[in-house]
């Protein structure tokens, strides 16, 4: 059974930083494309950050400058550091990925694509 375990998440006040990690079964040979999604209460779950299987990243606008998605092959996890945090970035976090393709492509933000999530991490910035 394929797990994603997300961890990382916590409290802090606004521009503040927390670095969020995932952990994933895979090796970099059969990497997929992987993604950060989060879910605010009573918001759709928007798409935060993807990486290709060649390590292309993809980052939605609201987070571009403030958030940096990095990985790392030999402990099979991807890390979000996350800065100048604010209210706004309150949701719970997850992490995902598509076992079908290697790439995300221009779609990479639609969830419906993704075939495993992990639990999810909350993360809330206070003002």
């Known amino acids: 059974q394929v797990q994603l375990v997300e961890s990382g998440g916590g409290s802090v006040e606004s521009g503040g930083s927390l670095r969020l990690s995932c952990t994933h079964p895979?090796?970099?040979?059969?990497?997929?494309?992987m993604a950060w999604f989060r879910q605010g209460d009573g918001k759709a779950r928007e798409g935060v950050v993807s990486i290709d299987r060649d390590g292309t990243i993809r980052y939605a606008d609201s987070v571009k400058e403030r958030f940096a998605l990095s990985r790392d092959n030999g402990k099979n996890s991807l890390y979000l550091q996350m800065n100048t945090l604010s209210p706004e970035d309150t949701a719970m976090y997850y992490c995902a990925a598509k076992s079908r393709y290697r790439y995300c492509g221009s779609s990479w933000a639609l969830s419906s694509e993704y075939n495993y999530w992990g639990q999810g991490t909350q993360v809330s910035v206070s003002s």
């Open positions: 895979w090796s970099a040979v059969n990497y997929y494309c």
